[in-house]
């Protein structure tokens, strides 16, 4: 995609910085102007050849060129900008290129008035999961179709029904939203993959985890392949803005086996949607920043001052504020408003990377996340680290680790989540709200060294949304040179004089 816009632009740039070719004078030596003023002093030449060009022909082209050149300027500049726009809102993550959401349609049998389909959603992004309070999916339908039944999903509206005598759909809305269903409804509720809340564990983090469907009965539809029309103008939350979606394509029908994996049997059509994912679209401001400190230097760089914009400066709580206390600050609000603790870089999320300890082939880091945010936790948490010494990792501590290599020869990128059922949930802000964990990496003695700030990730990423970093030179460096000590110095002295005087 990125590259059909680059070859759209191309296009209309070339053809508009390139003179028509009733402008361009004949390839002659005499007629290879360069400047206006070549123009000029060919006019005072009247030996010019006729059949070359006239110089009235030359000095026409140069005012047509003139009256036009600020039109196509215009067009250029609004070019260029729809370019650029397009392409920050374009979803692509360099460290997840592949990364995506797809929605896939199966029509498992026809019925009188339409067919019966199961809906699979798969999550192939790598360390992006849909956390609570879930996904909502939405679309278009291309004629009049109505949902009969549901399994393992609910739509929230049922729409006018009015025209329906006896059996009544479960929703008759033209662009119905579709939630999926909470854990423990009844059984016959039920279907494969369902009753999740809409939470959908990332790729790389869970892959059995990362899948989420149900199926859906739809009436005053296609009953052949040829008369089905492919719903339109998909929307995915999950659970806020950020993705994208791609419309419909029919692809060859899924194969599926039977119990026994003895018989293949297929789906009589088959069509898929793809969402991809834009932090720009998500949000204007980053959703988190990230702090450092380390042994040799006394100094700390905190996150940047609002760092995640200071929207809800004037709706923060202190962290020792009597509001604290109230019986439900800590439940969610429908519109997901956030109740942030008061720090100057405003953040509901902070990744502090510290340089412990330095040994003789190794280095051991900490990492610690803590949470401001009063009214979140944050479940199946991920974190993400671009780090050039990642390759090299001996031990991880209390979090769980993957390396992750996009680009198959370089491995600098890691993602760390929770252990199972000991940290995998980061509390809500308070005494609890964070985690922490320490690594061991092995030394590359070519390579390595703490100058210049090489201890520090270059980029890092929490639930998928990339952190904000301190700038390059507020790193915590090496210090220049050693501290001499003069006492330690004439103390030294002292000591070699008595030893020489005593073997005298």
Not at 243 to 270: E, H, N, W
Not at 314 to 320: H, I
Request: proline share 7%; aromatic share 12%; charged share 15%.
């Amino acid at each position: 995609m990125h590259s059909l816009y680059v070859n759209v632009v191309s296009f209309f740039l070339l053809n508009t910085l390139v003179p028509t070719s009733s402008c361009l004078p004949p390839l002659s030596p005499r007629w290879i102007a360069r400047d206006p003023s070549e123009f000029q002093a060919m006019e005072l030449d009247n030996s010019a050849n006729p059949i070359h060009g006239t110089p009235f022909e030359a000095k026409e082209c140069y005012k047509w060129q003139q009256r036009n050149s600020f039109a196509e300027l215009k067009f250029i500049f609004s070019a260029v900008l729809i370019f650029l726009m397009i392409s920050q809102a374009a979803a692509y993550d360099p460290l997840d290129p592949t990364g995506n959401i797809t929605i896939k349609w199966d029509i498992m049998s026809w019925t009188p008035d339409g067919y019966v389909a199961a809906v699979t959603m798969n999550n192939f992004q790598m360390y992006r999961h849909i956390m609570s309070p879930g996904w909502t999916l939405s679309w278009e339908w291309a004629k009049k179709e109505v949902i009969w039944t549901m399994i393992g999903a609910q739509t929230t509206e049922q729409g006018d029904c009015s025209k329906f005598k006896g059996n009544v759909p479960h929703c008759c809305k033209k662009n119905p939203t579709v939630v999926d269903l909470l854990p423990g409804v009844p059984y016959n509720q039920q279907f494969s993959n369902c009753c999740k809340g809409g939470v959908v564990a990332a790729w790389g983090q869970d892959p059995t985890a990362s899948v989420s469907a149900f199926q859906v009965s739809i009436g005053l539809a296609g009953t052949s392949n040829k008369t089905v029309k492919l719903p339109k103008n998909f929307t995915l939350l999950g659970p806020g803005l950020g993705y994208t979606c791609g419309p419909a394509k029919i692809v060859p029908s899924t194969v599926f086996l039977t119990s026994d994996r003895r018989r293949k049997t297929q789906a009589l059509m088959t069509w898929n949607v793809t969402c991809t994912y834009s932090q720009f679209l998500a949000s204007k401001n980053p959703s988190c920043c990230v702090s450092f400190s380390s042994f040799y230097n006394n100094t700390i760089t905190p996150c940047p001052s609002c760092a995640c914009g200071c929207q809800n400066k004037n709706n923060c709580v202190m962290s020792n504020s009597k509001q604290l206390n109230t019986v439900g600050i800590n439940t969610p609000r429908k519109d997901n408003a956030p109740l942030l603790q008061c720090t100057h870089h405003m953040c509901p999320i902070r990744v502090h990377w510290h340089v412990k300890l330095n040994y003789k082939d190794y280095w051991r880091a900490k990492i610690a996340i803590t949470n401001f945010n009063y009214r979140l936790n944050y479940t199946q948490w991920t974190l993400v680290v671009q780090h050039p010494n990642l390759n090299n990792v001996t031990q991880v501590f209390s979090f769980d680790y993957k390396p992750l290599v996009p680009y198959q020869s370089i491995n600098d990128t890691g993602m760390f989540y929770g252990m199972k059922f000991y940290n995998d949930l980061l509390m809500e802000a308070g005494p609890v709200g964070n985690i922490q964990s320490e690594l061991l990496l092995q030394k590359d003695k070519n390579t390595f060294t703490f100058k210049q700030g090489w201890a520090f990730p270059r980029k890092v990423y929490f639930n998928g949304d990339e952190c904000m970093l301190p700038p390059p030179d507020t790193y915590p460096y090496l210090p220049n040179s050693a501290h001499v000590y003069p006492m330690a110095f004439l103390t030294m002295a002292g000591s070699i004089l008595l030893i020489i005087l005593s073997i005298w």
